[in-house]
């Protein structure tokens, strides 16, 4: 069959920063978000010759060392391997190329955690360039080690260029980075490259499973801003209307390219790829993951946070998004069901929505102590749980006008949730996204998912519909059994509407 898909147009195009720039200039809010420090982003089929070009344009010359930071994977482009290639093509241009790899844990898997921060950090000085060839893990490591060396040398900003080995995170235009500490996944402010490149062969070459890993991180727009309200409504958190227009393209373009994306033509890594660049920018924007990062990311944190537990490896991050995007949904369709209900049938009793300090304590300690008896993975939990428990004690008053005004911030949610869960299943089926625990790439059982949906709440200090449901005493294993129950017959739906087509 032959696309009919017009050649995708970028209202917010990141191929085009100075055009960007402009329109975003334009915007009555324009001096109320952070300027964007990323000055290039290099889009091509073969972008990848033009890597000495964009050192140039950084003023790095030839001579000049550049540390070239990267992992074990071995990435193939054209069939060659993809990290020999950049480091023969920078030595050709007389740059003196210095390769550091990161190693992983016993399945080859690289953490972002402070100790491999400080492997990078150590390896940087105040005349060297720095290469991040690699993905969302990578790419953290070395923005934030960039990061720390500035700050703490009060010295210019390192030319660094990110060069995307795959499409699955927005961490590489993103002026934060996601380290883990105590074994508990934060965010940290960090800061942009200089330069991304987007080498689009690389990208089509790029193993599917991590392609449709971008596909599940970029699925949150759909939901995440609507938890990300009901905190500002809480008085836990302020909304930027400018986060949700930088996304626009992201609501048009990328559920029609599904299918582009899954057989990784070069339109749909263009569209994919450039989504996840601004989804990068609407969070630095925020100063924080928030607006793309609600109940589904802590549900895959839990899951990352569980694997040692488990004994199995760590999965693919957006791919555990991806389904976890479908129950966050689904619990968000309960929930704004069940507030109709409740407040048409007299109210809800507010009282026995303020746990106590005490209570929530021992709740958070004795949740992570059997996944880490040292305690420390609580106590970091309970650090920053402890800041929202707090911030929902001291504005009541807002709880309260919510309820009384709940018509009209229903109308808003409305509009912040575009999709349901079943259009965003169809969808992520159409780009071969996984859709049942069993099928990611790192399987995870289905009694792991309802832990991590259980204690969700429990882990950071940001509020989602995981935390209005808890406070207001629903969420019960009627409540959980509802919500699986309802995503299997989601995939059910979705499957039996393949093999009608396919007949």
């Not at 929902?392 to 229903?410: C, G, I, S, T, V």
């Not at 882990?459 to 309802?486: C, H, P, Q, V």
Request: aromatic share 8%; with cysteine; net charge negative.
């Amino acid at each position: 069959m032959l696309n009919r898909l017009m050649p995708p147009v970028f209202k917010y195009d990141v191929g085009n920063m100075k055009d960007l720039n402009e329109r975003i200039k334009r915007w009555s809010d324009y001096d109320q978000i952070p300027k964007i420090e990323l000055e290039d982003v290099i889009v091509g089929r073969d972008a990848i010759e033009r890597l000495p070009e964009a050192l140039q344009s950084l003023n790095v010359r030839a001579g000049r060392r550049v540390l070239a930071v990267m992992d074990e994977t071995v990435i193939l482009r054209k069939g060659e391997k993809l990290k020999e290639q950049v480091q023969a093509l920078l030595t050709r241009a007389g740059y003196a190329v210095e390769k550091l790899v990161l190693k992983g844990d016993e399945y080859g898997v690289v953490h972002a955690d402070a100790k491999q921060v400080e492997t990078v950090q150590s390896r940087l000085d105040k005349t060297c360039a720095v290469i991040s060839v690699g993905s969302g893990t990578v790419t953290d490591i070395a923005k934030h080690a960039c990061f720390l060396y500035q700050n703490e040398n009060d010295c210019e900003r390192i030319p660094l260029i990110s060069f995307m080995t795959a499409n699955t995170v927005p961490a590489y235009t993103s002026r934060s980075s996601i380290i883990s500490k105590d074994g508990v996944k934060r965010t940290w402010p960090s800061r942009t490259p200089n330069i991304v490149l987007m080498d689009v062969q690389t990208l089509m070459d790029c193993p599917l499973h991590y392609t449709v890993g971008g596909v599940g991180d970029l699925f949150p727009v759909f939901s995440a801003f609507a938890d990300w309200y009901l905190a500002d409504c809480m008085g836990t958190a302020t909304v930027l209307d400018a986060c949700w227009r930088i996304v626009d393209d992201i609501k048009d373009l990328l559920i029609p390219y599904m299918e582009e994306v899954a057989n990784r033509t070069s339109a749909g890594m263009e569209v994919l790829g450039k989504c996840l660049l601004v989804t990068g920018l609407t969070m630095t924007f925020a100063q924080d993951s928030v607006p793309v990062s609600g109940y589904e990311h802590v549900i895959s944190h839990l899951l990352d946070m569980t694997a040692d537990y488990d004994k199995r490896k760590t999965g693919v991050h957006g791919q555990q998004v991806g389904e976890a995007e479908l129950l966050a949904l689904i619990n968000m369709e309960k929930l704004v069901t069940r507030l109709d209900r409740e407040l048409a049938d007299g109210g809800i009793d507010i009282g026995n929505c303020y746990p106590s300090e005490e209570e929530m304590h021992k709740k958070v300690l004795d949740t992570f102590q059997p996944v880490d008896p040292t305690g420390k993975m609580g106590c970091e939990c309970w650090n920053d749980y402890n800041q929202k428990l707090k911030k929902w004690n001291d504005n009541r008053p807002k709880f309260e006008a919510f309820l009384k005004e709940w018509p009209k911030h229903r109308d808003v949610l409305k509009e912040l949730l575009p999709h349901t869960a079943l259009t965003c299943a169809r969808a992520l089926n159409k780009a071969k996204h996984p859709l049942l625990f069993g099928e990611l790439d790192a399987p995870v059982t289905e009694d792991r998912f309802r832990w991590a949906m259980r204690r969700a709440n429990l882990m950071r200090k940001r509020f989602t519909s995981a935390d209005l449901t808890y406070f207001l005493g629903w969420y019960n294993a009627d409540w959980e059994n509802d919500i699986i129950s309802r995503y299997y017959e989601i995939v059910r739906t979705v499957r039996a509407e393949n093999s009608s087509a396919a007949r």
